[in-house]
């Protein structure tokens, strides 16, 4: 904990600093929400088809979900939330002509969640 997913759209693949994302985000999280980051734990999907409304081509989404231990308030949530998006706007930087949509979540993990190392 936390989960972090990301999932980004295949054009924005040599645009976007995932690694120097990932760090920052991890030490964000650990300021706002009190984690631990050696707990901190990131994994990008590429995603290879988008669309978006009626427009097959010329769109980008990157969508980040955080998933915390339960705890944390709404407000602590909102501001993770928030830290991400500007993140996002310092190491992601798309190609001209791409309409880039980014979103962010910041949500409970479910009580069955349970984690190993080894």
């Not at 081509?57 to 939330?81: P, Y």
């Amino acid at each position: 904990m936390p989960q972090i997913t990301v999932d980004y759209s295949a054009p924005l693949e040599g645009s976007f600093d995932r690694r120097g994302f990932a760090l920052a985000l991890h030490a964000e999280t650990v300021e706002i929400a009190a984690a631990r980051i050696a707990a901190c734990e990131t994994q990008f999907r590429r995603t290879e088809d988008t669309t978006v409304g009626a427009e097959p081509d010329g769109h980008a989404i990157v969508h980040v979900t955080v998933g915390l231990l339960a705890g944390r308030t709404d407000e602590t949530k909102a501001r993770l939330a928030e830290a991400t998006l500007g993140l996002l706007r310092q190491y992601l930087k798309p190609a001209g002509g791409v309409a880039l949509h980014v979103s962010a979540e910041v949500r409970d993990l479910d009580p069955s969640y349970r984690k190993f190392e080894g």
